[in-house]
């Protein structure tokens, strides 16, 4: 068996080749398509590779019946370099062939540009979908022009990495009618939802001189309580600890002159149904402007998922990630902005009040999954 490979600007032309070479009775082992040239891995020409492989006596045959119209004439065996390096070649391409099955197929595709983005989103968490969409929009967008810099390059991914985000959304007082801003913040135990409560009653107080009130239905921890009061001791603003539903009511009602009213919660697991039902009775005698899901972004992005579907029967609208500070992979965060309908507002990023909080800018966000990118 004769084995050889041609390379060609496409599969017609490689056909052509093959067929010249080798002849009507070829056979094709194996096609790659690849890329070479350009400049920073951009604007690469493709190419095609393809292995054919021929008989030597069906090949010997033809050619002799071609030419003589007799039957070619048996010279005995092949020499054994011949035949060790058919093997060798064979060998090869299997390999390459076992290659390409384990490794994913769309990392041969991409230029090297393309395949160090990927990399750095998938390194971040970035659902694999969703890297390769952001690499190809990317890639997309720098193929029209010729020549560009590095620094519009990062401009141009950075780009495609906000498209898919929505605006964040902060608390507004723009539609504020004459009734408090009711916000309650609900999220699993742990996740900063008490510490997030004192920074945005710190801001709203202290900074922004609104009338700030604060109401606990964690009646689970006695330390989220005292923290609580603690708190509104510092800022002077009152604090309410509820223990039913109906409670709950006549203290929204009491304290009908606020500003804003932010409601801490009991941390409740998603896997727990009736916890969430008993926390559902009480934002339905809340009735909020917005309720705020509170989710750590050190925690593992299927349990954020998770989370947020079990959530949702409360008609959660925006979400605060909490200690950004204590993790490196911004990934899941990105993953949960793409593709939820509930908007970011919040990011935190230490224990210190009112410091450690910020809105959650999209931009922030492509900054931190492109920090230690380089071209």
Do not use: W
Not at 67 to 90: C, H, I, Q, V
Not at 123 to 139: F, R, S
Not at 330 to 348: H, M, R, W
């Amino acid at each position: 068996m004769r084995v050889k490979r041609f390379v060609a600007a496409n599969m017609e032309e490689a056909t052509k080749q093959i067929k010249s070479e080798m002849g009507q009775d070829a056979v094709i082992l194996h096609t790659r398509y690849f890329k070479e040239g350009g400049i920073l891995g951009l604007f690469k020409k493709n190419y095609v590779e393809v292995t054919a492989a021929m008989d030597h006596k069906a090949s010997e045959t033809k050619s002799g019946i071609a030419e003589t119209g007799k039957s070619a004439p048996n010279y005995g065996k092949r020499n054994g370099f011949d035949l060790g390096y058919e093997l060798m070649e064979m060998k090869s391409m299997m390999n390459e062939m076992t290659s390409l099955l384990e490794t994913k197929e769309h990392t041969y595709h991409f230029p090297k540009l393309g395949q160090n983005l990927y990399a750095q989103l998938i390194k971040h968490e970035v659902e694999d979908k969703i890297a390769q969409k952001i690499v190809k929009n990317a890639l997309g967008e720098l193929a029209v022009y010729p020549q560009v810099s590095q620094e519009y390059i990062k401009s141009v991914l950075a780009e495609t990495l906000l498209k898919p985000l929505k605006k964040s959304q902060p608390i507004s007082f723009e539609h504020k009618l004459n009734k408090p801003l009711v916000f309650p913040l609900v999220g699993p135990t742990g996740v900063g939802k008490t510490t997030t409560i004192a920074k945005l009653a710190a801001n709203y107080s202290l900074l922004e001189h609104k009338k700030v009130s604060l109401v606990t239905v964690d009646t689970y921890r006695i330390a989220a309580v005292e923290q609580l009061k603690t708190i509104g001791d510092i800022m002077q603003v009152p604090v309410r600890v509820v223990y039913t539903p109906v409670e709950l009511k006549d203290c929204l009602q009491e304290l009908s002159d606020s500003d804003i009213i932010f409601v801490d919660t009991a941390g409740r697991s998603h896997k727990n149904s009736l916890q969430i039902s008993e926390l559902k009775n009480y934002l339905e005698i809340a009735q909020p402007d917005a309720t705020y899901l509170v989710l750590s972004s050190t925690s593992k992005y299927t349990d954020m998922t998770d989370t947020i579907r079990a959530y949702q029967e409360m008609n959660i609208s925006r979400i605060i990630f909490t200690k950004l500070d204590e993790t490196s992979f911004y990934g899941s965060i990105y993953n949960i902005a793409c593709k939820d309908k509930y908007s970011l507002s919040y990011f935190t990023n230490g224990q210190n009040i009112p410091d450690d909080i910020e809105i959650a800018d999209p931009v922030k966000l492509v900054h931190l999954l492109m920090k230690e990118y380089h071209l």
